[in-house]
């Protein structure tokens, strides 16, 4: 059985939507529900393409964020929990 694992979207006010953390936060719902479905669905293997598009977009918008305002990415990364960016 699998649990729901999305995530409130009350944590963002209205006026929000199109800043760095909403992005990041309605993607990070969309790969667990991705996630969930390709675990019923182990090949499917557009939805496995969609995926790796969104965790690559959700990638960039966290390398922005961390060099942008670190703190505002650290808060976020904790929200989500979700892990860090690797460095080099």
Request: hydrophobic share 35%; aromatic share 6%.
């Amino acid at each position: 059985m699998i649990k729901n694992l999305s995530i409130s979207s009350s944590l963002i006010p209205d006026k929000q939507r199109g800043s760095v953390e909403s992005q990041v936060f309605f993607l990070t719902n969309r790969v667990l529900r991705l996630t969930q479905h390709l675990q019923l669905h182990g090949r499917d293997y557009s939805s496995q393409r969609g995926l790796w598009l969104i965790l690559s977009k959700r990638k960039q918008l966290l390398v922005y964020l961390s060099k942008r305002d670190k703190l505002r990415y650290d808060d976020l990364i904790g929200q989500l929990s979700i892990r860090r960016l690797k460095t080099r």
